[in-house]
Nanobody, 124 residues
Framework: QVRLVESGGGLVQPGGSLRLSCAAS????????IGWFRQAPGKQREGVSC???????SYPGPVKGRFTTSRDNAKNTVYLQMDDLKPEDTAVYYC??????????????????WGQGTQVTVSS
């Protein structure tokens, strides 16, 4: 019933920008927190950002202000704006839904639903 679909990944040069989208269906954004995670080959999955059902954003990961997450309730879509991209940002990026709408968890185990992932590659 609940589906999450990521889009917007691709190849970008260092210093460039991308905007990822996470389109949700079967549930409204007010009922869930949406987390963004990333996983590079041979590395553990790490939390990048989270936005709660009330729209509160947090950034537990190492992006240091370069990324911004937001939502469009009318489109039932969450975004991750990524600026000043660096090679170490290269990974598959996933969005995930936590049915505890108030929670801003950085732990993958707290998220019940996951998208298929979208590849982000930062390289010259």
């Amino acid at each position: 019933q609940v589906r999450l679909v990521e889009s917007g990944g691709g190849l970008v040069q260092p210093g460039g920008s991308l905007r990822l989208s996470c389109a949700a269906s079967g549930i409204t954004l007010a009922e869930i927190s949406i987390g963004w995670f990333r996983q590079a080959p041979g590395k553990q999955r790490e939390g990048v950002s989270c936005i709660t059902g009330s729209g509160k954003a947090s950034y537990p990961g190492p992006v240091k202000g370069r990324f911004t997450t937001s939502r469009d309730n009318a489109k039932n879509t969450v975004y991750l704006q990524m600026d000043d991209l660096k090679p170490e940002d290269t990974a598959v990026y996933y969005c995930a839904a936590d049915r505890e709408a108030w929670r801003a968890s950085a732990y993958a185990r707290d998220y019940e639903y996951w998208g298929q992932g979208t590849q982000v590659t930062v390289s010259s």
